[in-house]
């Protein structure tokens, strides 16, 4: 498989970019090289398929792929086209059809979607319009075209849809169709276990990260006290020694809820794990494969997670505590934009943008570690913590109250860090994404963390 999408994030670092002919041109660039990327992906993924994978519904829990491509291509054009360059609407009469809060994914192959042929058609030509539109917009003037932003929100919308759609192809039974070569084979990792984050304020999420999103914002001070946190995100190999200890028939381990989940729905294991007489298999996109131990553990939702931790002697890190341990630098007391710096991601750094399609043994890319010394904390596996979604403090919502506010309260949990299927456009230090706590399709695993003061 081609790997486009990982070279995408080019262009300014954090702050705003400023007015001159060379800024503009560079926004323009960093627009035309994220939409083009994303673009790239989507492609890659609708056309590896006949037609009848592309209408059929693989899970309640997802879209058919279809719906996904004419999607993308309705929010592509609802705001770049009729927001940003106010342009007459192209098919309003789909508006309804692609509306993801008016139809729940249940529903959406019983609604009367664009064939394969129409929807490709659709969105290559909202793209054509866009690009004409890139050409003459200034970058300043209103709050979605300042730094290009309005290109940016979509750029990461198709990347987070492209997401959703290899998510799909996981869950997608067949023969497989998509291929990638695996990560570089990676020394066994010897280090600390654990590190120690310590304590004092911080500076939690951003102001002037140019394509931020409104949950990401504004940049606040958070108290911390010192705590520590697993070096690496916990591994299939740990995650068995849970499984070995009867982990999943222990109710000690797990919220009331989550043990009413587990036995109600008989889980056992991760999503797509089985076993075959002595070993742990599992499914991953078409192909049958021994448990590697060395891996993240993938598939597991917040109860999973959450129950490893407490029957570990641990817990899972809030969201602050997570985002310290991957921003903080106590030489200067900055708040990186990413673990390693403030440098884009590259392939050295972290395991992004599909490029893969599993994330790398645990200890990978030291070269992408945090100033105290926490690895993959960006990319491999989206990491659930203990918080659940809230506003920060002076939270206002851009552009529209439903990316964000709707979901605000304890019914979703954070995950944050993104995964293998994460483009670095859609993933930095300061990205929040979030879901119901029994999810366990979507590409995370974990990793824990202790109080100081525990032994």
């Avoid at 009331?256 to 989940?261: L, Q, S």
């Avoid at 494969?289 to 598939?299: A, C, I, R, W």
């Avoid at 959450?306 to 200067?332: F, I, M, Q, S, V």
Wanted: one cysteine or more; hydrophobic letters at 35%.
């Amino acid at each position: 498989m081609t790997d486009p999408a990982l070279d995408t994030a080019t262009g300014p670092a954090a702050g705003p970019a400023g007015d001159t002919e060379t800024d503009a041109e560079a926004l323009r660039a960093r627009a035309l090289s994220t939409l083009t990327a994303a673009r790239d992906r989507t492609t890659l993924l609708t056309s590896c398929v006949e037609e009848p994978d592309l209408t059929a519904q693989h899970s309640p829990l997802m879209s058919p792929l279809v719906w996904d491509l004419a999607h993308i291509g309705n929010q592509e054009e609802l705001w770049l086209l009729r927001t940003v360059a106010g342009r007459e609407a192209m098919r309003p009469e789909i508006d309804s059809l692609y509306d993801a809060f008016e139809h729940p994914r249940s529903a959406r192959p019983s609604l009367p979607l664009l064939a394969p042929e129409e929807a490709r058609g659709y969105a290559a030509e909202v793209r054509g319009r866009v690009m004409d539109v890139l050409e003459s917009t200034a970058f300043h003037g209103t709050r979605l075209t300042e730094a290009g932003f309005a290109f940016g929100m979509i750029a990461q919308h198709e990347q987070q849809h492209d997401e959703t759609m290899l998510i799909t192809h996981q869950l997608r039974t067949g023969p497989p169709v998509l291929t990638a070569p695996d990560p570089e084979p990676a020394p066994l990792y010897t280090g600390p276990a654990e590190v120690l984050v310590p304590g004092g304020p911080f500076t939690m999420g951003t102001s002037d990260e140019p394509w931020a999103l409104d949950n990401e914002k504004p940049a606040h001070v958070r108290d911390v006290a010192p705590y520590w946190i697993d070096t690496t995100p916990v591994t299939n190999g740990a995650y068995q020694a849970f499984l070995a200890d009867g982990g999943y028939g222990d109710a000690r381990w797990w919220a009331p809820e989550g043990w009413a989940h587990i036995r109600r729905h008989g889980i056992e294991a991760p999503l797509f794990w089985r076993r075959d007489g002595g070993q742990w298999l599992r499914r991953r996109f078409g192909v049958t494969e021994v448990v590697p131990p060395d891996e993240p553990v993938l598939h597991v939702c917040w109860y999973e997670a959450d129950a490893y931790a407490r029957w570990a002697g641990r817990r899972l890190p809030t969201e602050a505590e997570w985002e310290k341990a991957a921003r903080h630098d106590p030489a200067d007391g900055r708040s990186r934009r990413y673990p390693w710096g403030d440098a884009e991601p590259s392939p050295c750094h972290a395991n992004l943008g599909q490029r893969h399609l599993r994330p790398a043994p645990a200890g990978s890319y030291p070269a992408g570690e945090s100033p105290l010394g926490v690895r993959q904390l960006i990319g491999d596996v989206w990491e659930w913590t203990a918080s659940d979604l809230l506003p920060y403090p002076g939270f206002r919502a851009f552009p529209y109250k439903e990316y964000s506010e709707v979901f605000f309260g304890p019914e979703y949990k954070v995950l944050r860090g993104g995964s293998f299927a994460v483009d670095p456009v859609a993933c930095r230090g300061t990205f929040r994404n979030w879901d119901y706590p029994i999810r366990r399709q979507i590409f995370s695993g974990f990793r824990t963390a202790r109080s100081q003061a525990a032994t």
